[in-house]
């Protein structure tokens, strides 16, 4: 029989995400539907090892499905990271009667979790909540669409300056151990090359590229660069790199930084978190431990926490071959 869950706990951990808030309101409100207590957690697993909670109802989550980053706040905890300040953490919440708990963000997050599960048998699920899409077991994470979205606006924006005085731009997007931002957003916008940490161009055939580029008459170019390409040591280097060889560039570059993180989720990461909070809530109610939530092919599924964090999320390669073609 399932230990009979009574109270959970939420906390955002980690990197902040879009649909972290809409994430948050799905758990307390299903939590209220089953007549189950809830209780925030503030600043992650600091604040669960100072005990900085706050119980929850379905009116404190009002008005922020539709908000950025997270009410219940994030932070990295290396106090969390030692077996004294674990023992603080479960104390705090034996002292609360919190039963079970939804964590919401990404692999550092989960790898906490699951120690933490595993030194006291204490039951957790997870929410993948990353703009990196870099999590294993769901083929979107929270915050991904949003980013997405963000970061294809703003290279729109560009493309405007670039082609007025016919510059070569090197935008720098999000994603230092995956490129999927970069692909999608670069193919979303048209961009003339895309560097990605799963692909290695070289500099050369990136000289080759924008070469070909000027010759079919092309009258600006946007090379789209995730910020863990291993085509130069950094994008600044890349652009000395072409105006050292290619005279005739009048190059800038734009780094888009956190703004990716930011603004309001869009609806897809909305309706994403939403499903995936009440699948949380009602995975623990029916004794699920050390899973995380996933959607494969837009069904919402369970998948091992612990798979989730060793695994590698692979590069769409058909992706990579389609903005191959359309760079002609």
Known sequence: MPKTIKKIGVLTSGGDAPGMNAAIRSVVRTCAFYKIKCVGIYRGYQGMIEGDFK???????????NKGGTFLKT????????????????????????????LIGGDGTFTGGMIFSKEYNFPIIGIPGTIDNDI????????????????????????????????????????????????????????????????????????????KSRKTGKSSTIVLVAEGDKTGNNVFELRDYVEENLKDYDVRVSVLGHMQRGGAPSCFDRVLASKMGVKAVESLMNGKNNVMVGTINNIIELYPIDKAVKGHTKIDEELLRVSDILNI
Do not use: C
Not at 55 to 65: E, F, P, Q, T, W
Not at 151 to 169: C, G, M, Q
């Open 75 to 102: 932070a990295r905890s290396q106090e969390f990271r030692t077996k004294e300040g674990r023992k603080l953490a479960y104390d705090h919440l034996v002292k609360k009667n919190i039963d079970a708990l939804v």
């Open 136 to 211: 294993l077991g769901t083929n979107f994470t929270l915050g991904y669409d949003t980013a997405l979205n963000t970061a294809v606006e703003a290279i729109d924006k560009i493309r405007d300056t670039a082609s007025s005085h016919k510059r070569l731009f090197f935008v720098e997007v999000m994603g230092r151990d995956v490129g999927h931002i970069a692909l999608n957003a670069g193919v979303g916008s048209g961009a003339e090359e895309i560097l990605v940490p799963e692909e290695n161009l070289g500099l050369e055939r990136l000289l080759e590229s924008l070469l």
């Open 55 to 65: 119980d929850l109802n379905a009116r404190s989550v009002n008005n922020i499905i």
